[in-house]
C-alpha cells in the first residue's frame, strides 16, 4: 500500500449530489463552531485571534484534501495552547512560526518512515495523564477573562498564576462574571434545544449583543488587540539557520509529538463512529505539511480536532469534502464579517475555553486509571502533576520512561526459573517428568520473557546448583521472547557447564523470535543443533544418546 494515498481520491470516485448537499451542511456548521474556538485558542495561546483563524482556514484545507480519514476536521487545539503559549513566552512570534515549520517537516518525515502506528506504543495512562494536566492549565488561564480580574500580565507558572489571581480578586468585574458563567450553561445546556446550532455560537451572539446594547463594561477581543484582519497575508518563508535550529528543536518535537498523538487518537474516535479505517501514514504526512503552509501563512500548530471531527459526523459528514467547505466557510466568514468579531467579549471566550477545559480533562477516565493497577496510577499522576507544574515536554518523557520500567517490573515479576528436575516431593508433583528422566540429568524450567529485566533470575538459580549434573535440561516452551542479556546469559551457563564436564540442552524452542536470536547469536552452533529440540521427549532421548556416549 501507498504510503501517502490521501482519502479524497477514494471518496470523489462514487461521489453523489445528496452526498454533497449533507457534506455542505456538516461543513458549514463545523465551520461556524470552528470560529469561536479558533479565536478562543489563538488567544489563550498567547497571540493574536486572527492567527487562530488563518490556522483554522490553511490548515483545516490542507489536512481534508490531504488526509487519511474521511471525516477528521483540522485546526487549532487546546491541546497546543499550553505548548505555543510557553514557546511564544520563551521564542516570540517569529520563534512560534519557525518551530511550527520544523515541527511539520518532522510529522511529514514521521509519515514517510512509517509512523502512524505510533500511537499503539503510548500507554493510555501517560495520555489520560497529559490531557487532564492540559485540561488543568487551560482553565487556569481564563480566570482572569471570566471574573474580569483588573491584573495585568498572567504569569506562567501554575502556583505563582493562582497566587496573582488571589491578590487581584477583590477586582472582580461581576458584569464579566455574569457573562461568563451565563455562557458556560449555555454552551452545555444548548444541545439539549438543538444539535443544528452549536451552542458556543449562540453564547457569543448574545453575549456581544447584550455588551453592545447595554454598554457593559467588560474587556472584548478588539479592546485588547484591535481590530481583527478581514483577509489572509501573504506567504512567509521562516528564516531557519543552524542556530535557530539549536534552539527550537525540542519545541519543534514537542509540537510533532503532541500533533501526531492527537491527530491520530481523533482519527481512530472518527473510525469507529463512522465504522471506517483511516491511514495513519498519509494523515501525519498531511499534518506536516498543514503545519508547514500555517506556518508560511503566520498561523499556530494544527491537528486533528475530536469535537469538531464528532461535530462533522454528527452533521452528516462521510468525505473530506466537509472539512473543505468548513475551512472555506471560515474564509468567508473571515472576509465578510470578520471584523465584527472584535466585538466579543473576553469573558465569552473565557467562558467557551472552561466547558473545552472540562471536555478535556477526560475526569471518567482519570479516575477510572487512577483506581487501577499502582503502577498505571503511578504513571498517570506523575504525568498530570508534570505537565502542571513543569512543563509538558518532560511530562511525556518522564511519563514514558516511567511507563517504561514499570512494564518491564512486570514482566521480571511475570518471568520465574523453577528448579523442577528434582525428585517428586509429598504432593506428588512432577512425578511424570522425574520419570521420565534417567540418571545423571536434571531440569531447569524458565517461563516469561528472557530478557535483562529477568535474567538475573536464571543466573541465580543456576548458581544454586554447586555441582551439576551431566546433562542438564533448560525447558523453554514459556519462553516467548529473548535479547541480548538472555543469550549472554545462557552462552555463560554453557561455557560453565563445559568447564566441568557437563552439556547443556535446550527443550521446547518453539517461539520463532528465540530460535532466530539463537541462529543470530551463533548459539545453536555453540550448544550444537542437536542439542537444542522442539519438544521434552526429544531432549530426554538426546540426554540418554549423551550419557551412553559417556559411559562408553
Known amino acids: ?18 452526498q454533497f448537499y449533507r457534506d455542505t451542511i456538516a461543513g458549514v456548521v463545523v465551520g461556524i463552531v470552528a470560529l469561536p474556538l479558533a ?19 490553511i490548515a483545516g484545507f490542507t489536512i481534508s484534501a490531504l488526509g487519511g480519514s474521511r471525516v477528521q476536521i483540522g485546526g487549532p487545539t487546546g491541546a497546543f495552547i499550553v505548548v505555543v503559549y510557553a514557546i511564544v513566552q520563551q521564542f516570540g512570534v517569529s520563534g512560534l512560526i519557525i518551530a511550527t515549520f520544523i515541527a511539520g517537516i518532522l510529522l511529514v518525515i514521521m509519515g514517510l518512515v512509517r509512523l502512524g502506528n505510533m500511537i499503539k506504543f503510548i ?30 500580565s498572567v504569569p506562567g507558572d501554575f502556583i505563582q498564576k493562582w497566587l496573582a489571581y488571589g491578590n487581584h480578586f477583590s477586582s472582580v468585574n461581576f458584569y464579566a462574571l455574569v457573562i461568563g458563567i451565563g455562557t458556560v450553561l449555555i454552551v452545555a445546556l444548548w444541545p439539549k434545544v438543538t444539535h443544528r446550532i452549536p451552542g458556543s455560537l449562540i453564547a457569543i451572539i448574545l453575549a456581544t449583543a447584550a455588551v453592545q446594547l447595554f454598554h457593559l463594561p467588560v474587556e472584548t477581543i478588539g479592546s485588547r488587540f484591535g481590530n481583527i484582519a ?36 481523533s482519527a481512530v474516535v472518527a473510525d469507529g463512529m463512522i465504522g471506517g479505517n483511516h ?62 468579531a ?9 467562558g467557551i475555553l472552561v466547558v473545552v477545559s472540562w471536555n478535556m480533562s477526560e475526569m471518567k477516565s482519570f479516575l477510572f486509571v487512577l483506581k487501577g493497577s499502582k503502577s498505571d496510577a503511578t504513571v498517570l499522576l506523575a504525568t498530570f502533576l508534570l505537565t502542571v507544574f513543569i512543563d509538558l515536554t518532560v511530562a511525556i518523557e518522564i511519563g514514558m520512561i516511567l511507563a517504561a520500567f514499570l512494564f518491564m517490573r512486570k ?46 533470575k536464571f543466573r541465580d538459580t543456576m548458581k544454586m546448583v554447586e555441582t551439576p549434573a551431566k ?29 566441568k564436564g557437563s552439556k547443556l540442552i535446550l527443550s521446547e524452542v518453539n517461539s520463532t523470535q528465540v530460535t532466530d536470536e539463537l541462529q543470530k547469536a551463533r548459539l545453536l552452533f555453540r550448544i550444537g543443533k542437536a542439542n537444542v529440540t522442539t519438544s521434552f521427549e526429544d531432549a530426554v532421548k538426546r540426554t540418554e544418546d549423551i550419557l551412553a556416549g559417556l559411559k562408553a
Not at 286 to 313: M, V
Not at 342 to 350: R, V
Request: proline residues 6%.
Open 39 to 57: 479565536i478562543a485558542f489563538a488567544i489563550a495561546s498567547g497571540v493574536s485571534p486572527d492567527k487562530g483563524i488563518f490556522t483554522a482556514v
Open 411 to 456: 514482566m521480571m515479576q511475570a518471568s520465574s526459573v523453577q528448579h523442577t528436575g528434582q525428585p517428586a516431593d509429598d504432593s506428588g508433583e512432577d512425578t511424570a517428568l522425574t520419570e521420565m528422566l534417567p540418571a545423571g540429568a536434571d531440569v531447569f524450567e524458565i517461563t516469561g520473557p528472557l530478557f535483562f529485566g529477568a535474567a538475573y
Open 123 to 152: 500507554p493510555y495512562p501517560l495520555i489520560v495523564g497529559f490531557t487532564t494536566g492540559i485540561a488543568t492549565i487551560i482553565f487556569s488561564s481564563q480566570v482572569k477573562d471570566f471574573f474580569g480580574l483588573k491584573m495585568g
Open 279 to 340: 491511514r495513519s501514514n498519509t494523515e501525519l504526512i498531511a499534518q506536516g505539511i498543514a503545519n508547514i503552509c500555517s506556518s508560511l501563512f503566520g498561523g499556530i500548530p494544527a491537528t486533528g480536532a475530536i469535537a469538531r471531527t464528532a461535530t462533522n459526523i454528527k452533521n452528516g459528514g462521510r468525505t473530506p469534502v466537509a472539512g473543505i467547505i468548513h475551512a472555506v466557510t471560515l474564509l468567508i466568514i473571515m472576509l465578510f464579517v470578520g471584523k465584527w
Open 230 to 265: 478581514s483577509s489572509l497575508p501573504g506567504p512567509v518563508v521562516p528564516h531557519v539557520s543552524f542556530v535557530v535550529i539549536q534552539q527550537l528543536i525540542r519545541p519543534a518535537i514537542t509540537i510533532a509529538m503532541l500533533g501526531s498523538i492527537e491527530s491520530l487518537l
Open 471 to 499: 546433562v542438564l535440561i533448560i525447558r523453554m516452551d514459556k519462553v516467548p521472547v529473548i535479547d541480548a542479556t538472555g543469550l549472554r546469559v545462557l552462552r555463560d551457563v554453557c561455557d560453565e557447564l563445559e568447564k
Open 342 to 350: 472584535a466585538l466579543i467579549p473576553m469573558a465569552a471566550l473565557a
Open 1 to 18: 500500500m501507498a504510503i501517502f494515498r490521501p482519502k479524497l481520491i477514494d471518496t470523489l470516485k462514487n461521489y453523489s449530489k445528496a
